[in-house]
């Protein structure tokens, strides 16, 4: 059997490896060491030196050349959460080792917090929920004219694997829902029952902006003032993404100017917002503080997805979610 150690943060561990699961994966992988973290993994240099599957999660060390020449037997990386963009470095591709993540767990809860969010939002569900507690009257919700889901427009921006998986779900309704993806091919798009348009036309149309971007270079500060000044009356803009896409002092503004709009932001750059921002206090915003992703009873989900990863990598099978070099450069 591989000899495997666990490293992430303590506290998180049994919320995502749960006592079943590490049952199971030892049966596949001899587990020599009691779950190490990233403040105390140097302690343990003879299990470094043996180690060849590492499981781990939130709270995971750095894969860098000083860790990696700790660990020269390391063949393989099972990483139970979502990016790993800050954790992996060239020698890790250098050596060879496989690297294989929860990223596809991880974003079915953020589709599904996208999707409550999109319909929420197509009956105007924050701002007359607002009213109704002012003005004690069941009469908004009958007399102003609300969207809702039949026939409505959604936009989304990008479609990554969250994205795809929101596009998924809004099959289900009576929505058009437009794309905005440089990369993605019109045979592509009609697979996935989407429109294609520029970026620009999916803030004129849509009833509701989802955004799904990875943050690159290429998309900080991608969505501007511009692009809010033309969303339709009484539309939403979702942020599930990150903060740093979209310049968010142009947002503020446009949001003071049009109190039509709403803002849904999971995320915000810096996050927390400053003290100051007006975020807090801008009645056609709500803030929720980075919940789309797994949480409560769905990490377990992403420790799930590593043990059915181990059984694959023991059994000689290809890893199902498994990133390569290329495509570590355009996660997220």
Known sequence: ??????????????KVYTPKVQKEISQHVDVIGK????????EYIDLLNEVEVIFSGWGAPVFD??????????????YAAGTMKKLLTEEVWKRGIKVTTANKANSIPVAEFTLSEILFSLKNGWQLSKQFKEEKSYLNGMLQPLIGAYQSTVGIISLSQIGRKVVDLLQNFDIEVLAYDPFVEEEEARRLNVTLCSLTDIFKKSDVVSLHSPLLPSTKHMITREHFLLMKKNATFINTARGAIVEENELIEVLQERSDITALLDVTNPEPPVKDSPLYTLPNVILTPHIAGSSGNERARLGAFMLDEIKRYTN?????????????????
């Open 1 to 14: 059997m591989k000899k495997g150690l666990f490293i992430m943060d303590e506290e998180l561990f049994e």
């Open 35 to 42: 779950p190490l973290t990233k403040r105390n993994y140097h």
């Open 65 to 78: 050349q000083a860790f990696l020449d700790e660990t020269p037997h390391l063949e393989a990386i099972f």
């Open 316 to 332: 000689g099978n290809s890893l199902q979610h498994e990133i390569t070099e290329q495509t570590y450069k355009n996660m997220a």
